[in-house]
């Protein structure tokens, strides 16, 4: 079964650094999403991605963070400075069709101190 | 009023037992609905997607009312497998993104 793999597993970076969290989604779909999972608390929509650009984003999602499709494989989240309330997991996804078929990575727990 | 809401629980319920859940979802223009599953630091695998007719797959039956944003999830004869958070997911017409609930979590007890 085709599967979205995300690295690290877990990633541990001072405050105020920056951290990219990779995902490579599932090679034919077009929509590439990432979430964030604060522990204790509900899954929460960052971006989603179409056609090499931002399709939509939440309010969590402003300057600090940005996405990339570097090649044709992976997708990339990078947080500026990262702050203690970044700390999460962070969840990719990609589905062939917006809305749709979702299917999500194991995560990156970011532990930021 | 939060977009999805769910019982948080937890509910502990004895191997065998039929055990349900109830969502509602707050914006009338949501269009497809879900349930996911997650396991403890595990990220969300989809269970099934509700229809509106309702939905069967083997113990597990979901119902969605849309004149009441209702939605439901039925386990019957439980097992200890079924042991995780039960998240109630909606997506919105025309937007890609979908909205989670803050999950119910289940644990079987033997």
């Known amino acids: 079964e085709p599967e979205v793999t995300q690295t690290p597993s877990h990633q541990v970076t001072q405050m105020g650094q920056e951290v990219i969290l990779r995902c490579v989604p599932i090679s034919n779909h077009l929509y590439f999403y990432w979430y964030r999972q604060i522990l204790g608390q509900k899954v929460e929509f960052l971006v989603s991605f179409y056609n090499n650009e931002i399709s939509e984003k939440s309010e969590i999602f402003d300057d600090q963070f940005s996405v990339e499709r570097p090649d044709g494989s992976n997708f990339t989240l990078k947080i500026r400075s990262t702050k203690l309330e970044d700390s999460a997991m962070y969840f990719c996804?990609?589905?062939?069709?917006?809305?749709?078929?979702?299917?999500f990575g194991s995560g990156t727990r970011l532990t930021v101190v | 009023r939060k977009e999805v809401e769910q019982d948080p629980g937890p509910f502990n319920v004895p191997e065998g037992a039929t055990v349900a859940f109830n969502c509602t979802y707050s914006?009338?223009?949501?269009?497809?609905f879900f349930w996911y599953r997650q396991d403890c630091r595990k990220e969300p695998k989809l269970l099934m997607s509700?229809?509106?007719s309702g939905n069967e797959d083997g113990r597990f039956t979901a119902q969605l009312n849309r004149a009441s944003q209702y939605i439901s999830l039925l386990i019957r004869d439980s097992k200890l497998s079924d042991s995780a958070t039960y998240l109630c997911?909606?997506?919105?017409?025309?937007?890609?993104?979908?909205?989670f609930g803050t999950g119910t979590r289940l644990t079987i007890i033997p």
């Open positions: 997911v909606v997506n919105v017409f025309g937007n890609e993104k979908l909205t």
């Open positions: 509700v229809y509106s």
């Open positions: 996804a990609s589905s062939p069709t917006g809305g749709n078929g979702y299917t």
């Open positions: 914006n009338s223009a949501s269009q497809s």
